[in-house]
């Protein structure tokens, strides 16, 4: 939760996930309904992480930028939420 006097910068947008950084020094990545806060090292950790998946799976980085493309929905992905 922000507490008060909190204001939120946006980091990156991307058509399911968002990670703001708050005034106060936290970083927030928002999926859908579920929001994690986390230290910049964590952050950076998880990115690192999701990079190697994505590398495993054999999707380029580069396929993956979120310009021109449609907001995807959790529907279309499992059935729930949309962001």
Known sequence: ??????GKTVLA???CAEVTRCS????H??????????EE????AIGMTVA???????TPLESLS??????LTM???AGGWKQ
């Open 41 to 44: 090292e964590v952050l950076r």
């Open 66 to 71: 979120n310009e021109d493309t449609e907001p």
């Open 13 to 15: 947008r991307g058509p």
């Open 52 to 58: 190697e998946a994505l590398q495993q799976l054999g």
């Open 24 to 27: 106060c020094g936290h970083i």
């Open 29 to 38: 990545l928002a999926m859908g309904p579920v929001t994690i806060r986390v």
């Open 1 to 6: 939760m922000v507490g008060q006097g909190c």
């Open 75 to 77: 529907s279309a992905l």
